[in-house]
């Protein structure tokens, strides 16, 4: 069944952002996200006729996993469509739970058209992913853990793709704790639902790329809008570079995995003039659900843009020990060789019996990598600092 998820303080995130924070951590669900319990709440609501017939799904990913993970447990047959550039973990997780995965289109509207025409053709109950009062209700018991693990909570952040979480989360705690500030998180790419509220009706936006593809939804429902209207008091968007740092301060400081989604609350908290310094805040990591190279790459590009990875381009005379030479003056800097590569016959600074040197190196921050340059070109070498 769905699990009650901790929600654990982080004295790391308190100090870096000035509030006190605790992170409810919906990727320590078995599908690895929130959506297990909307799926689970409608599934269990389904009369006989329904679950002979089956079900389909459209998704990004996390709510077809948790449609196929508990359509098994159940006993439903299942067919997941997703987006082609669905993340191959989720992909591979819904299968394995044994529903039938269409891969089609290249965004979720394309899957979301393409599941109904589906179900409509084989007679299958459509689950839809937010606007449906039932997977809305699943969710919101997110909200009703989180006043009980946190009975002082002053304020909740929360991504917000179609609006099903944040509709539900709002519907519980307000009805308890009206004074709880609800504040929602979107992608800069694709702020669906601040154009919504703008507009004062769903819009279909341009397709848009993002490391959130959890919430990457480009129109809400009228259902999601009115219960976003009611219950939250602030609704913000980042960028990608915000999300990609705050999936990297939560490996770092949280030992966590969160995806692009799951790290929007941290990201909004981090780069949004909130005004919650002081205050008892809760972050709702709301997946976990990233592939391993993606991971991989946020992570260097994030060493990267805190200078505690540099890649150096460095002109030596092609001669016997002159790597030798420059190796061990970085090594007595303190840096750490990652990577070298020579090129003598594409680099532009190069003449005849010349070769470039691309080093990759390992540094400690900004002022280490100054004092690596400034040291190299005392030396002699004339070095150039790539990327970054």
Excluded at 66 to 93: D, N, Q, Y
Excluded at 249 to 274: D, H, Q
Excluded at 292 to 314: F, P, S, Y
Excluded at 353 to 380: F, K, N, Y
Aim: glycine share 10%; with cysteine.
């Amino acid at each position: 069944m769905v699990q009650a998820t901790p929600c654990a303080l982080s004295r790391g995130l308190s100090e870096l952002t000035g509030a006190r924070c605790w992170v409810k951590l919906e990727n320590l669900q078995m599908t690895g996200s929130f959506k297990e319990r909307g799926a689970a709440n409608l599934l269990l609501q389904l009369d006989g006729d329904e679950r002979r017939r089956g079900v389909i799904a459209a998704s990004a990913g996390n709510h077809g996993l948790a449609v196929a993970h508990h359509a098994a447990r159940l006993g439903i047959p299942a067919v997941i469509v997703m987006p082609e550039w669905a993340p191959l973990v989720k992909v591979t997780s819904a299968r394995r739970n044994g529903a039938e995965v269409i891969l089609t289109g290249d965004t979720f509207d394309d899957a979301y058209d393409h599941a109904a025409a589906l179900g409509d053709e084989r007679g299958l109950v459509f689950v839809h992913p937010f606007d449906d009062e039932r997977i809305i209700a699943g969710q919101a018991t997110v909200g009703l853990e989180l006043l009980e693990q946190r009975p002082d909570v002053e304020a909740i952040v929360v991504p917000v793709g179609g609006g099903g979480l944040i509709s539900g989360i709002g519907a519980a705690v307000k009805a308890r704790r009206p004074d709880v500030r609800l504040i929602g998180v979107q992608t800069d790419a694709l702020p669906s639902m601040r154009r919504a509220l703008a507009d004062g009706k769903p819009v279909r936006l341009p397709p848009g790329s993002t490391l959130a593809d959890g919430i990457a939804v480009r129109e809400v429902r009228e259902r999601t809008l009115e219960l976003t209207r009611r219950y939250v008091d602030e609704l913000v968007s980042v960028s990608e570079e915000e999300i990609a740092r705050a999936i990297l301060l939560l490996v770092e400081i949280e030992k966590t995995v969160a995806e692009g989604a799951g790290a929007a609350p941290l990201a909004a908290l981090l780069n949004r003039s909130l005004d919650l310094r002081g205050r008892t805040v809760v972050l709702v990591l709301s997946g976990g659900n990233i592939d391993v190279t993606m991971l991989a790459r946020i992570i260097e590009r994030g060493l990267v843009k805190d200078g505690r990875m540099v890649r150096l381009a460095v002109l030596l005379r092609d001669r016997p020990g002159a790597l030798a030479r420059l190796t061990a003056l970085v090594a007595e800097a303190r840096a750490n060789v990652v990577h070298i590569e020579h090129d003598r016959a594409f680099a532009h600074w190069t003449a005849i019996g010349e070769t470039e040197v691309a080093l990759t190196l390992e540094t400690s921050g900004r002022d280490h990598i100054e004092q690596l340059l400034e040291r190299l070109r005392a030396a002699g070498y004339r070095v150039e600092e790539q990327g970054g």
